[in-house]
């Protein structure tokens, strides 16, 4: 099982501040995704990173996977109390054919406090 | 279009019962899978499907099984159910040749 490790598991701050989650592992991914989860849903994907050294901007949140891609960081930018959820990354491993299957992180549970 | 429908929301089993968990898309999507999401832990493949006829195992498929007969609709069923299988249940779908997945809403399921 290739592990993700996502850090901080949990993050409390001010609307207005910036911030950084971060998802490592020791193992390649074909690509790497991003979800972002609110309470009682399901997870709802943000964006998905293909290339080594990829960055993606997404208005105040941008996302970069490293050039080994093994991992990933997601940067917002004056966080606002909107953006509280559980922010998840997954990365892809391909099984055959279009198959592949998800490994996910943890998750960071970001709470923007008014 | 309703996307990704599961039923129940909310169900609560004693130890040893069965149920059938219940997941339909209207995306005509050939591949889906169920996940579990246990506290802190993130989400676990427990088992998915690349198209009607068609299932497989994915990390954590003990005490569950699948059926796919319809593109539309990907049930999957407990026997016996054990304390460990308290978890939050998502089925997701994803079209061939997209690297997103769409999830449901979950069903969140207690055994006591």
């Known amino acids: 099982t290739q592990l993700l490790e996502q850090s901080p598991q949990f993050l409390s701050i001010q609307e207005g501040e910036n911030l950084t989650v971060y998802c490592n592992s020791s193992s390649v991914f074909s690509s790497l995704q991003w979800y972002r989860q609110e309470p009682g849903e399901g997870p709802v994907l943000l964006v998905t990173v293909v290339t080594g050294g990829e960055v993606k901007k997404l208005k105040r949140l941008t996302f970069q996977f490293g050039d080994a891609r093994k991992d990933s960081s997601l940067h917002i930018t004056a966080a606002q109390p909107g953006d509280t959820g559980l922010y998840l990354c997954?990365?892809?491993?391909?099984?055959?054919?279009?198959?592949?299957?998800?490994?996910f992180g943890k998750g960071t549970l970001l709470t923007v406090n008014p | 279009n309703a996307g990704v429908t599961q039923t129940p929301k909310f169900r609560i089993l004693k130890i040893g019962q069965s149920m059938t968990l219940q997941c339909t898309q209207d995306m005509n999507h050939n591949y889906m899978y169920w996940y579990r999401q246990d506290p802190g832990m993130g989400l676990k493949l427990i088992y998915y499907?690349?198209?009607?006829?068609?299932?497989d195992k994915g990390e954590v498929p003990n005490g569950y099984n699948v059926s796919r007969s319809t593109t539309e609709d990907f049930p999957l069923r407990l026997e016996l159910a054990a304390p460990s299988q308290t978890s939050v249940y998502f089925c997701?779908?994803?079209?061939?040749?997209?690297?997103?997945?769409?999830f449901g809403p979950g069903t969140r399921l207690t055994v006591t």
């Open positions: 499907s690349v198209g009607a006829g068609i299932t």
């Open positions: 997701a779908t994803r079209p061939t040749g997209e690297y997103e997945q769409y």
């Open positions: 997954a990365g892809a491993r391909y099984s055959g054919g279009s198959n592949y299957k998800l490994t």
